[in-house]
């Protein structure tokens, strides 16, 4: 009867011990009380294929492939090691990612938000966290209404260990090279091959910016753009397009304290035109009015619409050349005295001009269609008999070739021709009609005389 009873006893026991145990087939007993793990100081070590594979230390830290784990979760591996996160759905809403909250609310700009940092261990358990992209509060945040914040991204130089901002998106999603503040980038040059930017674009201390906009404190340029590519085409150094509609838009609208444009065109070795300034303008429809190139100038001692200078010491010089009607609502000629020296007075005019031959004549537009000649009929004189007369009035003139403005070949040979300067004959009409004044009044004085006479003879 003892044995029975001992023996049952045993039996219950081991029944109640199997029950608290583990199983691996699944549990149904466990609750809200039930652990897996350590109850003392000893870290929990979880194995596959008797290699131990995560490691759960003591302070909570969880490590994978290590067993001394540096962070919360730290994964160790031997090369190309990642984190794989995968969803199966694609949508506006979906897709994996990694998500990094700070727990409270930021409380003033510069709060850490969080970080992705990347570096070396240095073979041994240092940190070396040499590049990174960190975010922070753009401000204090208020719950569900402002939660204002840039992202910075960090880079260490050669021969330093501290990280260094060197870009960074703003909350109002410019981007800054350097810090919000100035920033020294360093001696070497800091290029980008391509970048595409689909908002903004700043250089400069915080403000209100242009979709590009640099602000320059020091001396130099404000943006230096160079063309180092030699070829047969023509590349834009800069090149701006804003059509807004029909009739808005400036492609550059440009300000500045001497000059609003500093343009200059090395045309070097080419015999092709150089420009400086090259304006054009056109239509569509046949309305409105279009300026190629259009002057303004005000509020000065002397305001000067367009002014132009040519050079006199190489080849044909002109301030300003048109091919086509010229109008002017005022004109004026430089006659002061002080400029001039040998004045002498013009005599014989009238005999001279009694040598030109007037004429009527129409200009050949079809053969020199470049040099776009007025139609119809014209009076005036021909340059080869005034030149004969007055060759002072008459000057060697040339309408330049026309090239093609991308292969650069001639498309129209350049032409050389005499012209006139009728302005010049004003002082010879001028003259003249003050020889004839002077001759009609000798002839008056001679018939006065002879008058005189015959009634002398008369009272006799």
């Known amino acids: 009867m003892q044995k029975q009873l001992l023996l049952s006893l045993l039996f219950s026991v081991l029944c109640f011990n199997l029950q608290a145990q583990w199983s691996l087939s699944g549990n149904s007993n466990a609750t809200g009380t039930s652990k897996l793990g350590t109850t003392n100081a000893i870290p929990l070590r979880l194995f596959t294929n008797n290699v131990a594979r995560i490691y759960l230390a003591t302070d909570g830290k969880a490590g994978i492939g290590t067993s001394s784990p540096q962070q919360r979760l730290h994964v160790e591996g031997t090369s190309n090691q990642a984190i794989f996160v995968n969803t199966s759905a694609v949508g506006a809403l979906s897709g994996s990612g990694m998500i990094g909250y700070a727990k409270e609310l930021p409380a003033a700009a510069g709060n850490r938000l969080g970080y992705f940092l990347l570096g070396s261990r240095g073979g041994a358990e240092a940190n ?31 021969g330093s260990t501290t990280r260094s901002e060197r870009l960074r998106i703003d909350a109002a999603g410019y981007m800054l090279p350097g810090t919000a503040a100035a920033q020294d980038l360093g001696s070497e040059m800091k290029q980008w091959e391509r970048a595409y930017l689909s908002s903004g674009f700043s250089i400069g201390p915080p403000g209100t910016y242009a979709a590009v906009s640099v602000v320059n404190a020091t001396t130099g340029r404000g943006i230096s753009v160079e063309n180092t590519y030699r070829g047969d085409s023509h590349l834009s150094g800069v090149l701006a397009t804003s059509v807004q509609g029909d009739g808005y838009g400036y492609g550059v609208s440009a300000e500045g304290g001497r000059r609003g ?22 239509g569509s429809t046949g309305v409105g009015d279009r300026y190629g190139v259009y002057g303004y100038a005000y509020g000065g001692g002397t305001n000067i619409g367009v002014y132009g200078y040519a050079h006199t010491s190489v080849g044909t010089s002109y301030a300003g050349y048109f091919v086509g009607r010229v109008h002017a609502t005022s004109f004026t000629t430089t006659s002061d005295r002080k400029f001039k020296t040998d004045i002498k007075p013009l005599t014989s005019a009238l005999t001279q001009l009694q040598k030109l031959r007037p004429t009527t ?27 004969q007369v007055f060759p002072n009035l008459v000057e060697q003139a040339v309408h330049p070739a026309q090239y093609d403005e991308e292969t650069l ?15 010049g004959l004003i002082p010879v009409l001028v003259a003249s009609v003050q020889e004839q004044q002077q001759q009609l009044e000798e002839k008056d004085r001679a018939v006065g005389n002879t008058v005189k006479q015959a009634g002398g003879h008369a009272h006799h």
Request: aromatic share 12%; charged share 15%; no cysteine.
């Open 361 to 387: 004549y129409r200009y050949m537009t079809k053969e020199y269609k470049q040099m776009n000649l007025p139609e119809g009929k014209q009076m005036g004189l021909v340059a080869d008999e005034v030149k």
């Open 409 to 423: 070949k001639e498309i129209s040979p350049e032409v050389k021709f005499e012209g006139v300067n009728y302005q």
């Open 261 to 282: 444009v500093n343009a200059s065109a090395h045309g070097r070795s080419s015999s092709a035109a150089a420009y400086g300034v090259y304006g054009s303008a056109s």
């Open 128 to 158: 070396y966290n040499t590049a990174g992209m960190v975010g922070y509060a753009a401000g204090a945040w208020t719950a569900g209404s402002s939660h204002p914040a840039y992202l910075s991204f960090e880079t260490t130089a050669p």
